[in-house]
């Protein structure tokens, strides 16, 4: 699987059927997520940027930084988005041996529930860098987790790639229904300060509704 594709192909949603890659609808929703943070500064910039358009988004945070900032990791839940489980330390599952790799999820649900203003227990799992072992996917959903992924990757990580494409991926593949992955990182924040705010109001503009997944 070529988990870089920007817009996921349909074969790819059929043979991992067991996992979230689009909320198919037609209502003109979709779904913006956030990945690896929370980050001082740039997770409260993306929060000032919804709050525009009052739209909500789901991110999926590292364990180990909701311990580290706490405050905005409640200030994410206080102001009506959703979180979801993105292991304690960002390990890739296909490198890591399967016990390894599910005492990661819990250690970062246990951070989850300790820094949650309403010790909310979340069972959104989004596997970072995209990349899980079937084992380590039959194990999470069995204690009732879903595995989130993708339908549109706006590739703002790849410090590579300008500005401008970062913002194409996403216009040019978005539908009813994706899910569009950014995130809220240092590493990312060149394309997703000019990304963003211009995703933003492309799709307040083209009446599209940013909701968040539960």
């Known amino acids: ?59 999926f945070c590292i364990g180990n930084n909701i311990e580290k900032y706490p405050g905005i990791f409640n200030k994410l839940i206080t102001e009506g988005h959703a979180v979801g489980n993105h292991t304690f330390n960002h390990v890739k599952g296909w490198n890591t041996a399967n016990r390894v790799y599910l005492k990661e999820v819990e250690q970062c649900e246990e951070e989850i529930q300790k820094s949650s203003p309403k010790n909310i227990q979340s069972k959104l799992f989004r596997p970072p860098y995209g990349k899980i072992k079937p084992l380590q996917s039959q194990k999470l959903r069995k204690q009732g987790y879903k595995i989130i992924m993708w339908d549109v990757l706006s590739v703002d990580y790849n410090t590579t790639i300008t500005k401008e494409k970062c913002l194409k991926n996403v216009l040019k593949n978005v539908a009813s229904g994706s899910i569009i992955v950014f995130h809220d990182s240092i590493k990312a924040f060149p394309n997703l300060e000019y990304a963003l705010p211009k995703t933003l109001q492309f799709l307040s503009e083209n009446g599209y509704r940013c909701e968040r997944i539960d």
């Open 1 to 59: 699987m070529n988990i870089l594709w920007i817009k996921t192909n349909q074969i790819i949603k059929t043979i991992f059927s067991n996992y979230v890659w689009d909320i198919p609808n037609n209502e003109k929703k979709v779904y913006l997520t956030f990945d690896d943070g929370p980050t001082p500064k740039i997770t409260e910039w993306v929060l000032e940027q919804l709050k525009t358009y009052n739209y909500k988004a789901t991110f």
